[in-house]
C-alpha cells in the first residue's frame, strides 16, 4: 500500500491529505515511498539547527545542572504528545510530527533571555522572534541542497510555522487542526516539565504546588491509586498524571468541537474557531499553573541571575560583532555576508548569534573578549 492510499484509507475527513498538500516553493519529482510531510520531518532532523537544541536552553540553563530539560527533549515530549493526539483524532501524524519537530527550531542561545536581548537590539529593524526565526532557518539560513537556500519544506508546513508568529483567531482563516494541536501539545508539555524540572531543582517544593487547584486534583487523582509514596514517587506520578489528564481532556474538548460546528473537511477547519482548546475549566486551572510558573519560576532569583549573566554575554558579543563584523563577514561559505549587504549588519549578527547553542555562544564571547 503506498503512503497516499493509506492517508485515504487511515485519515479523518478533516486532516490534511498530502496529495492535496500545496507544494513547495522548488518543484521537486515525489519520493517513491515517503510523503511529503514525512520528507519535510526528516530534513528537520538532519538539519544542524534541530541538532543544535540539545545545547539550547528551555527554561534552566545548563550551569544548573544535566538533568533538566534542554530545547530539544522539550521538543521531543512535544513531539510524542502531538503524536498520540494526532493519531487518535485521525490526523495527519507525519504533518504533526514535523510540525513538532520544527517548532522551536528559532530560538536562539539563552532562552526567551536571548531572545529578549536580541529583540530589543534589533527594535527599531522590525525584531527578533523565535517563531520568525525558524522560518528564516528553513527557507533562508540552511544550507543543505546545492540548488536552493533553506529545507524547501511543503507550504503545509511553512505555513503552520508562519501560523505561531500571530496566533490570534481571523475568522474564516483558522489553521489546519494537524497545526492547533502541536500548539496545544507544547502547552500540555511544558506546563508539566517545568514544574517536574524547578521540583528536581528544589527551586519549588511540593507544598508550594499544592496551592494550585489543578495541581491538587493530579495529586489527589494520585493518592487515590497509591499509598505510601516517596516524595520522588509522588512527583513523578504526578507529572504523569497531569499529562495524561490534559491529553485526554484535549481529546474530549476536541471531539466535542468537532461535532459542534459540523467538521467535516479542512475547509470546515478553516472556517470554524479554534479547536484544539482545553474544556473551560481545565483552561482556567492550566492559566493559574502558567501565572504561577511564571512568578515562581521563571522569576525565581537563581533562573534571574544565570539569566542576566547569559544576555551580558550575548549583548556584548553583539555589539561588538556589529562593530567589527570581519571575523563573521569572511567565514566562507555562509550567508551572513549577503545579508549584511541586502539587510543589515545587525539582522546578520543577529542570524549569526541565534544559530550559536548556549556553550558556543560563551565560549565565543571569551575569546572575543580577550582580543
Ligand atoms: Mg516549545
Given at each position: ?11 479523518a ?13 522548488h ?5 517513491p515511498?515517503r ?7 526528516d530534513?528537520?532532523v ?14 534552566f540553563?545548563?550551569e ?7 530545547r530539544?527533549?522539550h ?27 520544527a517548532?522551536?527550531i528559532?530560538?536562539?542561545p539563552?532562552?526567551?533571555?536571548g ?9 527599531d ?7 520568525r ?15 536552493f537556500a ?48 524547578a521540583?528536581?531543582?528544589g ?18 487523582r494520585?493518592?487515590a491509586?497509591?499509598?505510601?509514596l516517596?516524595?520522588?514517587e509522588?512527583r ?7 499529562l ?8 474530549s474538548s ?22 484544539a482548546?482545553a474544556?473551560?475549566e481545565l483552561a482556567?486551572?492550566?492559566r ?17 541571575a544565570?539569566?542576566?549573566e ?7 558579543l553583539f ?5 567589527d ?13 549577503e545579508?549584511?549587504?541586502?539587510d ?7 542570524d ?19 582580543i
Amino acid at each position: 500500500m503506498d503512503y497516499q492510499q493509506r492517508e485515504t484509507l487511515l485519515l479523518a475527513p478533516y486532516a490534511m491529505q498530502s496529495a492535496d498538500s500545496a507544494g513547495r516553493v522548488h518543484d521537486e519529482p515525489s519520493h517513491p515511498y515517503r510523503s511529503p510531510y514525512q520528507r519535510d520531518r526528516d530534513r528537520i532532523v538532519h538539519s544542524s539547527a534541530y541538532r543544535r537544541l540539545a545545547h539550547k536552553t528551555q527554561v534552566f540553563t545548563g550551569e544548573m545542572g544535566d538533568y533538566h530539560r534542554t530545547r530539544l527533549t522539550h521538543t521531543q515530549e512535544v513531539a510524542s504528545i502531538a503524536r498520540t493526539l494526532a493519531r487518535s483524532l485521525r490526523l495527519n501524524e507525519d504533518l504533526v510530527e514535523a510540525l513538532a519537530l520544527a517548532h522551536d527550531i528559532g530560538h536562539p542561545p539563552f532562552g526567551h533571555a536571548g531572545e529578549d536581548l536580541l529583540n530589543e537590539r534589533l527594535e527599531d529593524q522590525g525584531g527578533f522572534n523565535h517563531n520568525r526565526q525558524a522560518v528564516r532557518l528553513v527557507t533562508l539560513l540552511e544550507k543543505r541542497y546545492p540548488q536552493f537556500a533553506g529545507l524547501n519544506l511543503s507550504h503545509e508546513m511553512l505555513d503552520g510555522q508562519r501560523r505561531r508568529t500571530d496566533k490570534r483567531f481571523v475568522e474564516g482563516n483558522s489553521p489546519l487542526l494537524e497545526v492547533q494541536i502541536v500548539d496545544a501539545a507544547d502547552s500540555i508539555a511544558y506546563d508539566a516539565h517545568d514544574a517536574d524540572d524547578a521540583l528536581e531543582l528544589g527551586i519549588l517544593e511540593l507544598e508550594e504546588l499544592a496551592e494550585l487547584e489543578l495541581w491538587r486534583e493530579a495529586l489527589d487523582r494520585v493518592r487515590a491509586r497509591y499509598t505510601n509514596l516517596t516524595q520522588t514517587e509522588l512527583r513523578r506520578a504526578t507529572i504523569h498524571e497531569l499529562l495524561d489528564w490534559q491529553v485526554g481532556d484535549l481529546l474530549s474538548s476536541v471531539r466535542a468541537l468537532l461535532i459542534e460546528h459540523q467538521i467535516f473537511s479542512t475547509a470546515d477547519v478553516r472556517r470554524a474557531p479554534p479547536l484544539a482548546v482545553a474544556s473551560g475549566e481545565l483552561a482556567e486551572q492550566k492559566r493559574q499553573l502558567e501565572s504561577f510558573l511564571f512568578a515562581r519560576v521563571y522569576r525565581h532569583p537563581k533562573v534571574l541571575a544565570s539569566r542576566m549573566e547569559a544576555t551580558a554575554a550575548l549583548g556584548d558579543l553583539f555589539d561588538r560583532l556589529v562593530a567589527d563584523p570581519t571575523p563573521l563577514l569572511t567565514k566562507p561559505g555562509n550567508p551572513f555576508a549577503e545579508i549584511a549587504a541586502t539587510d543589515s549588519t545587525a539582522r546578520a549578527v543577529a542570524d549569526y548569534l541565534g544559530c550559536l547553542t548556549d556553550h558556543a555562544a560563551l565560549e565565543e564571547h571569551s575569546r572575543m573578549a580577550l582580543i
